[in-house]
């Protein structure tokens, strides 16, 4: 299974963007897709999840409000809408799948390649 990211690019504060990170077929592993990120000079952190089946949606506290997370069934595709957004949302993004929720916060099962995102102030 490959997790395709892309969305990513130069914004200026306040500017919105969508990531989108399309799977290359479903499997028991991705039950659970989310993102994470990663600033220069810190450690990847938790952005946001969805469950493919319902479409719970959990976020990290700090991006709730800003940030929403969204599904396609039919593309295999999750998306991260991103509002508002900050100098210090600027990262590489990460798309992750795995069993459950609780297992994509602490240890992902699978990892797409990253997609730069850099707000300007």
């Known amino acids: 299974v490959q997790l395709q990211a892309s969305g990513g690019g130069l914004v200026q504060a306040g500017g919105s963007l969508r990531l989108s990170c399309a799977a290359s077929?479903?499997?028991?592993?991705?039950?659970?897709m989310g993102w994470f990120r990663q600033a220069p000079g810190k450690e990847r952190e938790f952005v946001a999840a969805?469950?493919?089946?319902?479409?719970?949606?959990y976020y990290a506290d700090s991006m709730k409000g800003r940030f929403t997370i969204s599904k396609d069934n039919d593309k295999n595709t999750v998306f991260l809408q991103m509002n508002s957004l900050k100098p210090e949302d600027t990262a590489a993004y990460y798309c992750?799948?795995?069993?459950?929720?609780?297992?994509?916060?602490?240890?992902?099962?699978?990892w797409g390649q990253g997609t730069e995102v850099t707000v300007s102030s």
């Open positions: 992750a799948a795995a069993r459950t929720i609780t297992i994509i916060k602490t240890a992902p099962e699978l």
């Open positions: 077929r479903r499997t028991v592993f991705d039950s659970v």
């Open positions: 969805i469950t493919w089946n319902g479409g719970t949606a």
